[in-house]
């Protein structure tokens, strides 16, 4: 309480001429925090926008290249194209986009904020696909109309992802509660940039107009730029929350080596492709109907668990189901994804803490046990070695406060025995 008291006491103060003044607080580890730039955002801020202004720049370029093709294509210039034949290849471009923006977003919504990252990325590649197409257009004329509607389609998945994993980011990078300010100023940076590549494609365009092979490469040139200048974008980027995919490999490293991967090393090592792990092998708070139907499934899936969470594990697909309870909490969800990528390290062949390492060797050498039988071994496993690895990941600097592990809306309550803890 003193430290958090410390913390919000302004100690002091400091301005530059009429400037508005800035104060400066103590932190809990003694050292002064001033509010603004740096303190203000996370680390990560500055190298992340350095390379997100070089991507926006050659996008900037790249879409100019790409507008002088579908105004050419549209019949820009051509006297024999009509009015309402451009207006009615306008509409239909805007009407796909519209259809497919309001499809993915009800079909992906949920999935962006814990895969900010990934989306990021992958929007930007779809961009740069997106205005190939329209580059491409006018080339085969006959199929103008349908290749400029799959572009637009394209571009509107883009707005939708690239939008909502903007928001994601810009909650990450505001540490003062100053996510308005740090959305304002990456608009404003992104307009700059923006701006700038405009004035630039005023230079290139009327070079490149009369010869199609220049533009094609000044265009594979300028996507080649942008997808690495993303590229080290996202790879700057260190989220300080559990998804999935971080989670399994900082459990992984764990239970392999006995340590705790800092926020940082795991960053690194986080794919950035959303295709890299295998059909989903976990789903947190999926509904209780799907997985029992009678009065003796549901006393065998309560069996065992003390927990705020039921989990059914399939162990022909290795896959891991849990219902999580009403009252389940961040550090049960949290809990409960550990315990279910733990089941599936049992499957797999690499060094395991002793404790583990006996559960297998026991499972692999008698006769096939019911699913329900290990899951109710691992929980007693999982008694010991998920608080040392939950202190562990909070010294490492992970926040275990919140997470951003993909789950479901749906909860339930059951008859639990007396000694069920809620985290």
């Not at 400029?148 to 990078?173: F, W």
């Not at 959305?183 to 701006?195: F, G, H, P, R």
């Not at 705020?308 to 994804?337: E, H, M």
Request: charge should be neutral; glycine fraction near 8%; charged fraction near 20%.
């Amino acid at each position: 309480m003193a430290d958090d008291a410390g913390l919000e006491t302004q100690l002091c103060s400091e301005q530059f001429g009429s400037g508005e003044a800035r104060g400066c607080r103590a932190a809990a580890d003694g050292s002064l925090q001033w509010e603004g730039f740096p303190d203000s955002v996370s680390p990560d801020y500055l190298p992340y926008q350095l390379w997100d202004s070089v991507q926006a720049f050659a996008s900037s370029l790249s879409g100019s290249l790409a507008t002088q093709a579908v105004l050419l294509g549209i019949g820009v210039g051509n006297a024999k194209a009509t009015v309402s034949a451009a207006t009615a290849t306008w509409l239909v471009k805007d009407s796909t986009g519209m259809l497919g923006r309001i499809v993915f977003a009800w079909w992906k919504g949920s999935k962006l904020d814990c895969n900010a990252k990934q989306w990021r990325l992958f929007a930007d590649i779809l961009n740069d696909v997106a205005m190939f197409l329209e580059i491409m257009a006018p080339v085969y004329p006959i199929c103008f109309t349908m290749t400029v509607s799959t572009s637009n389609l394209a571009k509107c998945i883009v707005s939708v992802a690239g939008g909502a994993t903007r928001a994601a980011l810009t909650v990450h990078q505001a540490r003062r509660n100053n996510m308005a300010d740090v959305s304002a100023k990456d608009s404003s940076q992104e307009t700059l940039v923006n701006l700038a590549g405009l004035l630039v494609s005023l230079l290139i365009l009327p070079l490149v107009s009369g010869c199609p092979g220049f533009s094609l490469g000044c265009f594979f040139f300028l996507t080649a730029l942008h997808i690495y200048a993303n590229y080290r974008a996202v790879r700057a980027l260190v989220m300080e929350t559990l998804n999935e995919g971080r989670l399994r490999l900082v459990l992984k490293h764990y239970l392999q080596r006995g340590e705790v991967l800092d926020p940082t090393a795991a960053n690194r090592m986080e794919p950035l492709w959303t295709g890299f792990w295998p059909a989903p092998s976990l789903s947190l708070g999926v509904p209780l109907h799907r997985l029992v139907s009678s009065v003796f499934e549901l006393q065998q899936l309560v069996e065992g668990h003390q927990e705020s969470y039921l989990l059914c594990w399939d162990q022909s697909r290795n896959q891991v189901q849990v219902v999580l309870n009403q009252k389940a909490g961040p550090k049960t969800i949290l809990r409960a994804a550990t315990h279910g990528l733990m089941l599936g390290a049992l499957q797999g062949d690499g060094p395991l803490p002793a404790e583990l390492e006996e559960l297998r060797n026991r499972v692999r050498a008698g006769p096939k046990k019911e699913s329900w039988v290990v899951v109710k071994e691992t929980h007693e496993v999982l008694d010991m070695l998920f608080p040392k690895f939950l202190k562990g990941l909070q010294d490492a600097g992970w926040k275990t406060e919140k997470h951003q592990l993909e789950v479901d809306e749906w909860r339930a309550t059951w008859l639990l025995s007396p000694e069920k803890k809620v985290l």
